[in-house]
């Protein structure tokens, strides 16, 4: 059973203060890995990918991936009151296979 | 920037009647996929289609479902007889060539059997 965890939240951050997000993942062979966005009632949408291990850096936004540790992150610099939203982790274990999704993390930014 | 379109956006139908979701993939993408999500829960994988065929589906997607390509554009997915627990979000995503694993999602379809 392929498993993507994360901590349900809410994480709550003063606005301009960094927000750290946390994912493991069951499948050491997995591949893909991604941070998804979703406001209430609206789709995921897509604001990360990385697929080795290390940083990527998009704006203020970093994605960090551990491969032996079976982690990713995502790290949102300068947090803004419009970052409040539930971030997905998605894991893609193989190929085109589905993505598997964390139940998400819920993010407020206090202004 | 071209994105995943779908309709209705919300679907309010009676159990046992039958519903059809719409999506537009991305034109050049190759592979589609529906995921739903139960409200408070996690995005579920339903099925995957390539090549004009399913290509995985997951224990969600039991004879009540049917997915199909009518044409170029349209990806439809069908459930037959609505159970009250088929009240969900659902969302069509698709894949692109040049970034393969990168799925793209659409607005979503809000399903609620009555």
């Known amino acids: 059973q392929k498993e993507v965890e994360q901590n349900s939240g809410p994480l709550s951050v003063p606005e301009g203060a960094i927000a750290s997000l946390n994912c493991t993942y069951s499948?050491?062979?997995?591949?893909?890995f991604f941070w998804y966005r979703q406001y209430s009632g609206k789709s995921p949408e897509l604001i990360m990918s990385?697929?080795?291990?290390g940083d990527k850096e998009d704006g203020r936004f970093t994605a960090q991936l551990n491969k032996a540790s079976q982690y990713v992150s995502l790290l949102i610099r300068d947090s803004q009151p419009s970052d409040s939203a539930t971030y997905l982790c998605?894991?893609?274990?193989?190929?085109?296979?589905?993505?598997?999704f964390g139940k998400g993390t819920r993010l407020s930014v206090i202004a | 920037e071209p994105e995943v379109t779908q309709t209705p956006s919300h679907q309010v139908t009676q159990m046992g009647q039958e519903v059809i979701l719409r999506c537009v993939p991305i034109?050049?993408?190759?592979?589609f996929y529906w995921y739903r999500q139960i409200l408070g829960q996690k995005v579920e994988f339903l099925v995957s289609?390539?090549?004009?065929?399913?290509?995985?589906k997951s224990e969600i997607f039991d004879d009540q479902f049917s997915v199909e390509r009518p044409d170029g554009s349209n990806f439809t997915l069908k459930i037959r007889s609505t159970k009250l627990e088929d009240s969900a979000m659902y969302f069509c995503?698709?894949?692109?060539?040049?970034?393969?694993?990168?799925?793209?999602f659409g607005p979503g379809t809000r399903l609620t059997v009555l």
């Open positions: 998605a894991v893609l274990f193989s190929g085109n296979t589905p993505l598997v």
């Open positions: 499948d050491r062979g997995s591949q893909s």
């Open positions: 289609f390539y090549n004009n065929e399913i290509s995985e």
């Open positions: 990385i697929y080795s291990n």
């Open positions: 995503a698709s894949t692109g060539t040049s970034s393969v694993n990168e799925q793209f």
């Open positions: 034109s050049n993408h190759l592979y």
